[in-house]
């Protein structure tokens, strides 16, 4: 059998009996171990000679190459497909094959990849053993540089390796020797080729470059177990340099130095946000503080102290802080001596109701606020300024007399630089005229007496210069301190002497303050307009109020967008002791709140939630419970009777003197309970608040918008409109007592005892009484007693004295009586008539 006979064919065999391209079939070998068979073509290479000369002799075949590192083994020869195998059991023995094959390759694989890389190792030893002769070398030459001049270069120098490349190369298809497989950490611009990239270079390729067809797999480079293997990846290079890279660099590195932070740590903290801004691991400050003996986990909350001993041990600075460092305290900022300048002085009026305080500040200002006032009295602070004839500036603080105003003239004497006392020459002292003496002494401020209405018959300044003495207030007249002036609003008499005597009040008070700085302000009233929205009207302190500035006043925030005067004119800026409106609140402040401009909005956000939070905590926080103190709160809570309201006034003032008026009526059985309180007009929150609870709704000067007025008729809300401060306590006082019901009081008519009982019908049992005081009626409520022991609480049903029916029974004489509603009597009990008399309550 010939050899073509053993050779597969493509497609089908050739007719010529001479072949000159044969097939052949050859095995691939993946590097993820897979396998793949593929029928190539053998092509026999032709000789031609020089005519006339006799056939030459085929060239010597090349000297064998140097036994590689890892010779391919021979392919262990197929096992003959045994008779009668089905197909089945064919694929299935292919399949093992295929495997062991695989299998087989793998392991090659590996181990050739293993021995490159202790070649490569080695490699890179003895090119750095070479480095470092080299370098020595060449310093040796660099120090006879000057006395001789440079040596020719040696192959084992550096310099040598690229003529050492070629010689190699040149010498690479005479020998066929592969030179060695090079390798280096760094990457040069451009890799040179190695000398075995041309191991395969054909002798007639005169170019010495790659062959056109070597793209071709032949049976030759099939066959070439050495040229088919698995070369190492770009990446797996990279990697390689890289893990270099970081072992060189990691050999040569020096310990970090240990960076000392500042450390802001709060009252309490977690001690993940600890680790944090110490930039540690969590886990060790969990550590250190089980070493102190504290078992605790990485969210729980620590104290300051705790935190202090953590950052100390981890070697940083502690920065103490707490809560309260976020809030503005304006007593920590005092200004410099050299920046304050005169301003002018703060006078607030105070004194009784009717007394003549809003007529007197009308006097001097030349204006009619009486005649706008609901009642003719003053609800409201006013807050003025007026210019005299001299040009000096004084600022008025009008303050409400009515009783229910306390807090009102107390926040006016809190503000203010001087007072007037305003009396009537007609009236005298009254409760209000003494409550604003003692608002004075506690504010520590200087008093003026001014006695007014000195246009009227009555009027007698002695009267009032004595009873003044009983309050400790001595004026010049009596050779006492406090200045005093007769004035009548009406005839504009004694008006220059109060204003001479104020302006030298002021001088000796010698009254200054810094414009050039952020403004503080006091709240002096706050309302909520339809239109402007959230008002307030603040005095300044010092610094100038401009347009624009960003403010935190009391739990709200904002920035300035509009100022008014007491005249209604907008102005850009408003300096120390002038009274403005503010447009531009977030909210509707509190009276006496400090207004405070601040640097930004984050800050001024920042403050006004801290103190919000604040005000929540202090607002819900609870006394601690006890069994006692649970039971007594029940008990008082099923025996007090509440009386539930819905206040909303103009200004935030009138709502705090409502409340507290409404507070004051409260006593033991039956008490108001404040729902809700604001300012501003009604609004369909109150009225379901006001439904839903059964409560009425009060008005202070203000009105229902459209929707509420409609929700209101409606729910038949009962609603009530109020302009007057005493007419709505005296309103709310009436209603109270109904609610409360009639008050009940005994009064005992007589008593009796039981001598004996006799039955009386067949359920009934009638009582024989010997009358011992008073009387008895029939139809009186009574009671049965017992040693002293009530019981039962009844009715006499039937009274007869021997049969006959008789309405009354005196002292001393004897008779029968049937109770209704009870037959427990015995003889010897007591029995104690008493009638009932019902009164109206008042409050």
């Known amino acids: 059998m010939s050899d073509s006979e053993n050779k597969p ?52 075949p090349p000297p064998p190459p140097p036994a590689p590192a890892a010779p391919a083994p021979k392919p262990a020869p ?34 050739r990849e293993a021995e490159e890389r202790l070649r490569a190792q080695e490699e890179e030893r003895r090119r750095a053993e070479e480095n470092r002769k080299a370098e020595a070398e060449a310093a040796a030459q660099a120090e006879q540089a000057a006395a001789a001049p440079a040596p020719t270069p040696t192959p084992d120098e550096p310099a040598a390796e690229q003529p050492a490349a070629e010689a190699s190369e040149e010498a690479a298809p005479r020998t066929g020797a592969p030179a060695p497989r090079r390798f280096t950490p760094v990457a040069p611009p451009k890799r040179p080729e190695p000398a075995a990239a041309k191991k395969n270079v054909h002798p007639r390729d005169k170019s010495g470059g790659e062959r056109r067809h070597a793209g071709k797999l032949t049976v030759s480079k099939a066959l070439n177990e050495d040229e088919g293997a ?21 050999g040569q590195s020096q310990p970090r130095e240990k960076q000392v932070r500042d450390v802001v740590v709060p009252e309490a903290i977690t001690v993940q946000e600890l680790a944090n801004r110490m930039a540690e691991k969590g886990g060790d400050l969990v550590k250190a503080l089980f070493k102190m003996g504290m078992v605790v986990t990485i969210n729980q909350t620590i104290d300051q102290d705790t935190a202090e001993l953590l950052v100390e041990e981890f070697g940083h600075n502690i920065t103490r802080v707490s809560e309260s460092d976020v809030d503005i305290v304006a007593s920590d900022d005092v200004d410099a001596e050299d920046t304050l300048k005169p301003r002018p002085p703060v006078v607030t009026i105070m004194g009784h109701v009717d007394h003549g305080k809003t007529s007197l500040l009308d006097a001097l200002r030349g204006t009619d606020v009486v005649r706008s006032e609901a009642g003719g009295i003053t609800q409201h602070i006013g ?53 604003a003496i003692n608002h004075t002494k506690a504010a520590g401020v200087p008093m003026i007496v001014a006695i007014t209405k000195s246009d009227k018959p009555e009027f007698n300044p002695q009267k009032i210069r004595e009873r003044l003495l009983e309050h400790e207030v001595i004026v010049e007249a009596m050779s006492g301190d406090v200045q005093d002036v007769e004035v009548s609003a009406k005839t504009g008499a004694g008006l220059d002497q109060l204003i001479e005597k104020i302006l030298l009040q002021a001088e000796l008070l010698e009254l200054k303050a810094n414009p050039d700085r ?3 302000a006091t709240v002096i009233e706050a309302k909520l307009d339809k239109g402007k929205g959230p008002l307030a009207t603040v005095l300044i302190n010092r610094g100038t109020l401009k347009v624009g500035d960003i403010l935190v006043v009391g739990t709200h925030s904002g920035r300035v967008r509009a100022m008014l005067d007491d005249k209604g004119r907008q102005i850009k800026a408003a300096p120390p002791a002038l009274p403005v409106e503010v447009l531009g609140l977030g909210g509707v402040p509190m009276a006496g709140d400090t207004l405070t401009v601040v640097e930004s909005e984050a800050r ?29 709160a029940l008990s008082a809570k099923q025996n007090v009777i509440e009386y539930p309201v819905v206040i909303r006034s103009d200004v935030q003032g009138s709502t705090e003197a409502i409340v507290n008026a409404l507070n004051k009526l409260s006593n033991d059985e039956i008490k108001v309970k404040v729902l809700q309180s604001g300012v501003g007009a009604i609004t369909e929150s109150d009225v379901t608040l006001a439904q839903a609870s059964g409560a009425p709704i009060i008005g202070f000067n203000v009105r229902p918008n459209a929707k509420a007025r409609e929700l209101i008729e409606r729910q038949k809300v009962h609603l009530k409109y109020f302009d007057v401060i005493y007419h709505l306590t005296d309103e709310v006082a009436k209603e109270m007592a109904g609610i409360w019901g009639p008050e009940r009081i005994e009064n005992v008519v007589g008593r009796a005892e039981v001598k004996e009982v006799f039955p009386a019908g067949k359920r009934d049992k009638a009582a024989g009484l010997l009358v011992l005081e008073g009387g008895i009626k029939k139809g009186l409520f009574a009671r049965l007693t017992r040693d002293d022991v009530i019981v039962s609480k009844t009715t006499i049903a039937s009274l007869r004295r021997f049969k006959d029916d008789v309405p009354e029974v005196r002292a001393g004489l004897e008779c029968g009586v049937v109770l209704a509603d009870t037959n427990d009597i015995k003889p010897g009990d007591h029995l104690e008539v008493f009638e009932v008399e019902e009164r109206e309550r008042t409050l």
């Open 9 to 60: 064919t493509l497609g089908r065999k050739p007719l010529g009996l001479k072949k000159s391209v044969e097939a052949g079939q050859v095995q691939q070998t993946f590097s993820h171990g897979r396998t793949n068979k593929v029928v190539v073509e053998v092509k026999r290479r032709k000789l031609i000679g020089k005519p006339g000369v006799a056939e030459a002799a085929p060239p010597p």
């Open 78 to 111: 197929k096992p003959s497909a045994p008779a009668g195998e089905t197909p089945q059991e064919r694929v299935a023995r292919l399949q093992r094959e295929a495997e062991e094959a695989r299998l087989a390759v793998l392991a090659e694989q590996t181990e």
């Open 230 to 250: 698995r070369a190492r990846s770009l990446a797996a290079l990279k990697r390689a340099r890289e893990k270099e890279r970081r072992a060189h660099f990691a």
């Open 383 to 435: 807050a003025y300024q007026i210019k005299t004839k001299g040009g000096d500036l004084i600022t008025f603080l009008d303050t409400p007399g009515h009783e229910a105003f306390t807090e009102m003239r107390q926040r006016g004497a809190n503000v203010t630089d001087i007072v007037i006392l305003v009396v009537a020459g007609d009236d005298g002292l009254m409760p209000q005229t003494i409550e």
């Open 518 to 520: 952020a403004a503080e």
């Open 604 to 632: 001024a956000r920042e403050v006004a939630a801290f103190r919000q939070e604040r005000a929540t905590a202090k607002r819900t926080t609870q006394a601690p419970a006890s069994l006692d103190t649970m039971f007594s």
